[in-house]
């Protein structure tokens, strides 16, 4: 999930840019603007195509069109990390004056998301991870999100370490933050392997879950007829549960073509 939380670097961008003399350039030059800057803060080249608008109101923002962030040098597959139609983003003005970044909301179209894990376990979205031999990724830049939308998505999960590719169609996800150092909420719901899913994830203490911490988590999980439920503690790098378990296995296909398994 670092990729996610380095797009918060793009807020810091995105506040030069919505400073009101910014509407008065042209589209072309705040699209190199935020991609020399994005490439500046995370390593990674981000295309800008199609007219690039800076908003004031109702709420200091951007949108774009046509946008891709590129995948990691050692990832084999050549496809971006993240490609979308457009992204809308929208900062909480009073808060910024006050000097906090507030994320009102991110809203990616139709965005395809192509995620992986090397043999050696070096992970595509851990933005710095492997780009440079021995370096450590920075810490996460801090925000708050009211709400991040994703819709009409695809997601694929190369995990070459174990074999195993996850893939995920009709994607539709929300994510909450309200609070960088409090609790957060994810939904999403999609199609795999033309089975319907649906996964609703809450936690404690965000930046401790993005950083590979265990934290306290309640997950809810459906594949087609089965269902999955935890409540306890868990973390994600490297992936780590203690507590209780509940499963209705009634649908195991579905389950294990989620899972990338047969």
Do not use: C, H, Y
Not at 9 to 25: D, E, F, R, S, T
Not at 143 to 153: A, K, R, S, V
Not at 178 to 191: C, M, Q, R
Not at 211 to 230: I, N
Request: no cysteine; hydrophobic share 50%.
């Amino acid at each position: 999930m670092r990729w996610i939380v380095r797009a918060g670097l793009l807020v810091l961008v995105l506040v030069l840019l919505g400073v009101g003399a910014l509407a008065l350039i042209p589209s072309e030059r705040v699209a190199a603007l935020l991609s020399a800057q994005f490439e500046t803060m995370t390593g990674r080249k981000m295309e800008l195509s199609g007219e690039v608008s800076p908003r004031i109101w109702p709420s200091l923002g951007i949108t774009t069109g046509p946008v891709s962030i590129a995948n990691a040098d050692w990832a084999e597959s050549k496809a971006p990390l993240f490609q979308a139609a457009s992204l809308s983003v929208d900062i909480n003005l009073g808060a910024l004056l006050g000097g906090e970044v507030r994320i009102l909301g991110v809203e990616a179209d139709a965005p395809v998301i192509n995620l992986e894990r090397s043999k050696d376990g070096k992970a595509n979205w851990d933005f710095g991870a492997g780009e440079t031999e021995g370096e450590v990724p920075g810490a996460a830049t801090a925000f708050t999100l009211d709400e991040g939308t994703i819709q009409g998505g695809s997601l694929r999960f190369n995990d070459r370490q174990a074999g195993r590719l996850i893939a995920l169609d009709d994607l539709d996800a929300t994510l909450q933050v309200p609070d960088f150092s409090g609790p957060f909420v994810l939904s999403a719901k999609g199609l795999s392997g033309g089975q319907p899913v649906a996964l609703d994830l809450s936690g404690d203490v965000f930046s401790a879950f993005i950083a590979g911490r265990v934290v306290p988590v309640s997950l809810a999980l459906t594949a087609g007829g089965s269902s999955v439920g935890f409540e306890g503690r868990a973390g994600v790098s490297p992936a780590v549960a203690e507590g209780a378990l509940t499963a209705d296995l009634d649908d195991l296909p579905a389950l294990g073509a989620l899972a990338g398994a047969t």
